[in-house]
């Protein structure tokens, strides 16, 4: 069933279709037609792919390019030698624009909790499931990392729903019954599939290549945020409202078009 926004996209992207029918997804929700049209509308935090490599292209002209450039995590100890030049302009370019977004995101979840108030977790919960998500475990994972960020324990927020994004990547390679996801791990016995060979596999198949680059660069590295991967060896405690706004954009894209695990 087409049940939300992100579905729409996602089943659109996969099956090459011009078009998705909407039947009972409507009664009692008329205006998911205007969810669907708005949402399809708007631009991915990042920016376009295309676009963020043609400023790359456009830069590798620059005196700039011609030095070496030595990127540094959130520990403050170097990462990587930026020497593919465009990558680095493009994520440069990325972080100002997600960024933005970030800040426009924040400042929408604050004004909502400075009208209305913080609504109780539950409540959370089934409005994330009323939107679509048919896994209860998924939205209770982001309705309280909604929660954290509501009560502006954004430390929490990135904990809890760093983990549910990969989850939903994994539910989205077994609902699509590519073999994808049993296959990497029969290369791995005993180990889990990586984040980055996920996102591979769903860009193949149907994922957006502008959205998979603004994940890649919110979670993984060395180019980019690296969410994932600093929250997780401790070198980021707290990602500020910004980050934890974009965290919670980005795991609600997966976690509301993902089916049960």
């Given at each position: 069933d087409i049940d939300t926004p992100e579905r729409a996209q996602?089943?659109?992207?996969?099956?090459?279709?011009?078009?998705?029918?909407?039947?009972?997804?409507?009664?009692?929700?008329?205006?998911?037609?205007?969810?669907?049209?708005?949402?399809?509308?708007?631009?991915?935090?990042?920016?376009?792919?295309?676009?963020?490599?043609?400023?790359?292209?456009?830069?590798?002209g620059?005196?700039?390019?011609?030095?070496?450039?030595?990127?540094?995590?959130?520990?403050?100890?170097?990462?990587?030698?930026?020497?593919?030049?465009?990558?680095?302009?493009?994520?440069?370019?990325?972080?100002?624009?997600?960024?933005?977004?970030?800040?426009?995101?924040?400042?929408?979840?604050?004004?909502?909790?400075?009208?209305?108030?913080?609504?109780?977790?539950?409540e959370i919960a089934d409005a994330i499931i009323e939107m679509g998500c048919r896994d209860p475990r998924l939205a209770q994972g982001l309705a309280l990392g909604f929660k954290h960020y509501f009560d502006r324990d954004y430390q929490s927020c990135a904990a809890?729903?760093?983990?549910?994004?990969?989850?939903?990547?994994?539910?989205?390679l077994r609902e699509l019954d590519e073999g994808i996801y049993r296959v990497q791990v029969g290369n791995d016995p005993g180990g889990y599939v990586g984040l980055y060979n996920l996102l591979s596999e769903l860009k193949e198949l149907a994922l957006d290549e502008s959205w998979a680059y603004f994940f890649e660069w919110l979670f993984l590295g060395p180019y980019g945020a690296n969410l994932r991967n600093d929250v997780a060896h401790g070198f980021v405690f707290d990602p500020g409202p910004v980050y934890a706004a974009l965290l919670l954009r980005a795991v609600s894209v997966l976690v509301l078009v993902a089916d049960i695990l």
């Open positions: 996602f089943v659109l992207q996969h099956t090459g279709a011009d078009g998705v029918m909407i039947g009972r997804a409507a009664q009692g929700r008329p205006w998911i037609f205007r969810e669907i049209a708005y949402f399809l509308a708007t631009g991915v935090p990042s920016g376009d792919v295309d676009q963020l490599r043609r400023t790359g292209l456009e830069q590798r620059t005196l700039a390019s011609l030095f070496a450039t030595t990127l540094f995590g959130a520990n403050g100890l170097p990462i990587v030698t930026a020497a593919d030049k465009q990558a680095h302009s493009m994520s440069q370019t990325a972080s100002m624009s997600a960024q933005y977004y970030g800040h426009m995101f924040a400042a929408g979840l604050d004004h909502i909790a400075e009208r209305f108030g913080v609504p109780p977790l539950e809890v729903v760093i983990p549910k994004f990969e989850a939903s990547a994994r539910s989205l």
